[in-house]
Every structure is written in structure tokens, then in C-alpha cells.
């Protein structure tokens, strides 16, 4: 059975610092690896999605890392802002099957 | 495109009694899935659709039914309302179907309290 850890559970920086999130998985068999953001309150909003064969994605400020062999994704934020407080999820899919980490809550201090 | 809708945003019933959630896509997307958040955990899978007519069963079943009679509507069945079903409920869409850039469209969440 697939299981999804993430750590921290919670995170505080001032702004301005570059942070890691990180996700790790027990079954390497996985389709892709997709990074969300929850506001509180709200949905999810998809970041990034890596396939499982891609090693890293980019958007602005954002760079994914995977790792399946060892069962790791970083989510690497770059310059962080007080609007990048959320709770970010990352979550493995594979054959109908979409298993999440319990999330990192991010605050970023102006 | 409205994307995924749910309805009620919020819903309070008391335990034994039934509600119907609702979805809705308009994306055309042939996959559907009904997820449950609880403090302190993952998104949970409840049921999934493949597509019209097909259905099956997530990692935590149990309590719910779903059904799907049309690409655009997939609405969540609960039975007999228990408090252990108090959650936020999302649903989802998802495309390209089989690929593995298949990406997951949400919807904005329905809370449950059941007392």
C-alpha cells in the first residue's frame, strides 16, 4: 500500500528565504507526482506535475525534484513571499489511484 | 469554464439521516473521484468513475455511494449520516485519461458536520 509522508509538518521563514519542502513515497510504481497549494478554507490548486520519468519541473519560483528510486520529491521554493502561506500537499498517482501527504503549512513572516 | 463545482458549500445533518453532494465538470473529462480531508491527513479516495456507467470504490468506501449516469455529474450518497463522516469533501476531475501527465482539477470542497 502506498503511503506518503511529508516533513515538516509546518514551517515558518522570514521573507525572503529560499525554503525545501519535502515528500516521500513507499512504492516507487507511480505515473506522476503532483505538488498542490491549499488556501484555508479553499480547494486545491495544482503547482506542478512530474512523470515518472522526469527528474525535475520548474514554474517561476517553483522547481520540483523526483526521485523515484529512492521515493523523494522536493518542492523547492526560491525568494519567498508572505503570499506563499498555505498548506502544500503533494500526492503520487498511479492506476486510478491518487494517495496525498498530510501537507506542510507554510507561513512566511513579512 | 466553471471547472468542478460542488454543492452545498456547507451542510450540517443529524446522524441516521441521508444527503445527496453534488458535482459537476464541464470539462468533458472522463475521470471523476470523491476525496475526504481530516485534520492532520492526506486527501483519502472515497469512489471513483472511470467514465459513464462505471464506478468503483476508493481507499475508504465505506458509508458512501456514488453513481454515474452522465460525463458531467458525479454526486456522493450518504446513507445514514455518522459523525465519523464529518469532513470536507472534495471532488475531482482529471485529463488526459491514462497519461502520465494526467493532472487533477478540484473542486472547491463541501463541509460536513454531522452531529
Known amino acids: 500500500k502506498q503511503e506518503v509522508t511529508q516533513i515538516p509538518a509546518a514551517l515558518s521563514v522570514p521573507e525572503g528565504e529560499n525554503l525545501v519542502l519535502n515528500c516521500s513515497f513507499t512504492d516507487s510504481a507511480i505515473y506522476n507526482l503532483q505538488w498542490f497549494r491549499q488556501d484555508p478554507g479553499k480547494g486545491l490548486t495544482s503547482l506542478l506535475l512530474?512523470?515518472?520519468?522526469?527528474r525535475e519541473q520548474t514554474s517561476g519560483r517553483l522547481n520540483a525534484s523526483l526521485d523515484k528510486s529512492s521515493g523523494r520529491s522536493t518542492l523547492y521554493i526560491a525568494a519567498s513571499q508572505p503570499g506563499d502561506s498555505a498548506t502544500y500537499l503533494c500526492a503520487v498517482y498511479n492506476n486510478n489511484d491518487m494517495r496525498f501527504g498530510a501537507g506542510t503549512r507554510l507561513t512566511v513572516k513579512p | 469554464n466553471a471547472g468542478v463545482t460542488q454543492t452545498p458549500k456547507f451542510q450540517v445533518l443529524k446522524t441516521g439521516q441521508s444527503m445527496t453532494l453534488q458535482c459537476a465538470q464541464d470539462?468533458?473529462?472522463?475521470?471523476m473521484s470523491w476525496y475526504r480531508q481530516d485534520p492532520g491527513m492526506g486527501l483519502r479516495l472515497i469512489h471513483y468513475?472511470?467514465?459513464?456507467?462505471?464506478?468503483d470504490q476508493g481507499e475508504v468506501p465505506n458509508g458512501y455511494n456514488v453513481s454515474r449516469s452522465t460525463t458531467e455529474d458525479f454526486p456522493l450518497r450518504l446513507l445514514s449520516a455518522a459523525p465519523s463522516q464529518t469532513s470536507v469533501y472534495f471532488c475531482?476531475?482529471?485529463?488526459?485519461?491514462?497519461?502520465?501527465?494526467?493532472?487533477?482539477?478540484f473542486g472547491p470542497g463541501t463541509r460536513l458536520l454531522v452531529l
Open positions: 468513475s472511470v467514465g459513464a456507467g462505471i464506478t
Open positions: 475531482a476531475s482529471s485529463w488526459p485519461r491514462g497519461s502520465p501527465q494526467e493532472t487533477q482539477y
Open positions: 470539462m468533458n473529462h472522463e475521470y
Open positions: 512530474i512523470q515518472s520519468s522526469q
